[in-house]
């Protein structure tokens, strides 16, 4: 493995950095609890659509009495293609929209007017495009609804609708005598999970190719190709403020025998693609739904976001210019920014200011249109005053696909004398080292701050951290420093881990062991059952891990993420 390039997946602080972060906001941690954990995935009906054809519906995601979480399908159900959409509508007293995404929302009192994204592109017949904003007070049906002018129920413009008049259209009945226009089976706006479809998503490391001998073939041997939805390529390098190959030899020239390759086939030597980049395309060749996103920067190739900031637009032409290469022409399903970390310190500091994680991932939306998938991996901080608080996310996310925190890498031997601590604990508990440091304040966090849940991830590790010296079965033990690793110290893979140091108690919602003199901490099939019923709980699109060589030879963690997902 080439530690060099390893990406260090850090969710506040990363190894050799020293814990930040002051005590969590207890206004923001009570918010969340009392209200976000409770998801209702209950569809209302709603009001619907412009020329007789156009609807708009509203459907409750989460109500906690004092706030709520709302969805909200526009669909086309006419025969002509809309340049764009205008929604109009009435929020009732105590009810007021205070954060949205993937719509641009003016306020007016109690009346909202809503219009499509640029980045949207053009609204084909027989579409839909989703937006979703949360609310104060109690989730409530609009009144006075209209889409592009016609009531938002499906039927005739009641006036022009480049003059809507929202304030004298009939509210929407529900009348059995009433027969709506059919709504047509929604066409899922590449920016929003699939209804009931939940994303697992893991890394592939570039690297592992070498001294972990892990091969795109491995993917498929394991049976864990049949079970994934994404795959992200870690990684390409941000050399100069550009989008840049990380390894070529890894990436497109490594020649494979008929044994290794996915489909029996050997390379030769004047084929013109060779490398992890052919065996995605037979892997996705094999498997039609699996989709592959090529992930930029991590732990020791972020530094050239700073300067991609500095030049949104010639940063998002040159990842585009990358990504459809003519040699790997077909690969690419989506980009994902892996920035460790904006306006904040990971391996370097950036000062580039909160709005500069926004500046990046919209430029790369515009520029890849509306279908391309534009993903990120984000720092899983939930401290008071933390990573979270240092970038505007929220608005970000807007043009994003998911959001990826990476909740795991809370603590390590990088505090070699300790004190023993999980590697990612889904909650809290006490003694923890340092308050915010786990997944749920970091996600409850993100929600609060307007990110909408079925937008988040969850993070897992397919590897733990441990300490040695360490005479204390329970956490919060004193070490003499980093236990032994099969490639670093203070790191080992699961599939090591589970025989070499077998779980012996859980705190936090993972797992933890000591064997002798070694401590360690990781997640096993058990606790990652739990949290996939916590990520579900919560209306989360799903889960992602790092990485795919640490798990077993057929796929231990992903089964369980897979069979916890649903």
């Known amino acids: 493995m080439h530690f ?87 929020l009732p007293t105590g009810t007021a929209i205070t954060s949205s995404w993937d719509a641009d929302v003016v306020k007016t009192g109690n009346h909202y ?67 709506p226009t059919p709504t047509p089976t929604p066409t899922v706006s590449p920016t929003t999970p699939p209804v009931g479809g939940k994303k697992l998503v893991g890394y592939f490391a570039e690297w592992g190719v070498y001294g972990r001998n892990y091969q ?7 049976g864990s190709a049949s079970k994934l939805t994404h795959i992200l390529y870690a990684f390409g390098n941000t050399t100069g403020g550009k989008c840049s190959i990380g390894d070529s030899y890894a990436d497109y020239d490594k020649a494979y025998t008929a044994d290794q390759s996915v489909d029996g086939v050997a390379d030769t030597w004047d084929q013109p693609l060779r490398g992890n980049f052919n065996q995605l395309k037979k892997l996705k060749k094999a498997n039609p739904n699996l989709k592959v996103i090529w992930s930029f920067g991590g732990w020791t190739w972020s530094a050239g976001f700073t300067q991609a900031a500095a030049n949104p637009t010639a940063f998002a032409q040159s990842c585009y210019d990358l990504l459809n290469d003519p040699r790997w022409a077909g690969l690419w399903d989506g980009i994902d920014i892996d920035w460790e970390y904006p306006n904040a310190c990971g391996l370097q500091c950036d000062s580039s200011g909160p709005n500069a994680f926004n500046n990046v991932i919209t430029a790369l939306r515009n520029k890849f ?75 409850n966090k993100f929600i609060a701050k307007g990110v909408p849940a079925n937008k988040i991830l969850l993070g897992v590790g397919f590897y733990g951290r441990g300490w040695t010296g360490v005479t204390q079965s329970a956490p919060g033990g004193t070490a003499t420093g980093p236990a032994p690793g099969t490639y670093e110290q203070g790191i080992e893979d699961y599939k090591v881990l589970k025989t070499k140091c077998p779980a012996t108690g859980t705190v936090g919602g993972t797992a933890y062991a000591k064997c002798g003199s070694e401590w360690w901490s990781y997640d096993t099939p058990a606790t990652i059952g739990s ?36």
């Open 4 to 90: 060099a390039r390893r990406a260090a997946r850090a969710a506040g602080d990363t190894p050799n950095t020293p814990t930040r972060g002051r005590r969590r906001n207890a206004a923001v941690a009570s918010l969340a609890a009392a209200g976000l954990v409770a998801v209702l995935a209950a569809v209302v009906p709603a009001t619907a659509n412009a020329a007789g054809s156009f609807t708009a519906t509203f459907t409750s995601t989460g109500d906690w009495g004092t706030g709520h979480q709302a969805s909200v399908k526009v669909t086309n159900g006419s025969t002509t293609t809309a340049a764009s959409w205008t929604l109009e509508f009435d």
């Open 113 to 179: 007017k809503v219009t499509s994204k640029s980045w949207a592109g053009p609204f084909a017949p027989g579409s839909s495009q989703s937006w979703g904003y949360v609310g104060s007070g109690p989730f409530a049906q609009p009144t006075g609804c209209t889409i592009n002018g016609a009531t938002c129920a499906g039927g005739t413009p009641t006036t022009s609708p480049t003059t809507p008049t929202p304030t004298t259209t009939p509210t929407p009945t529900s009348s059995p005598t009433t027969t």
């Open 216 to 222: 795109v073939n491995n993917i498929k041997t394991s």
């Open 369 to 443: 249109g509306s279908s391309f998938l534009v993903t990120a991996a984000v720092t899983a901080d939930g401290s008071n005053g933390g990573k979270i608080d240092a970038t505007d996310y929220a608005t970000a996310t807007q043009k994003l696909s998911w959001l990826m925190p990476m909740t795991y890498d809370y603590f390590g031997a990088w505090n070699p004398q300790g004190p023993t601590a999980p590697n990612a604990p889904l909650t809290s508990y006490p003694g923890i080292p340092q308050q915010g440091f786990n997944a749920e304040d970091a996600i």
């Open 531 to 566: 949290k996939m019923a916590w990520a579900n709980a919560k209306g989360l699109g799903g889960a992602f891990f790092w990485e795919l060589s640490g798990d077993t030879s057929n796929g231990e963690l992903i089964s369980a993420m897979k069979g916890g997902l649903g």
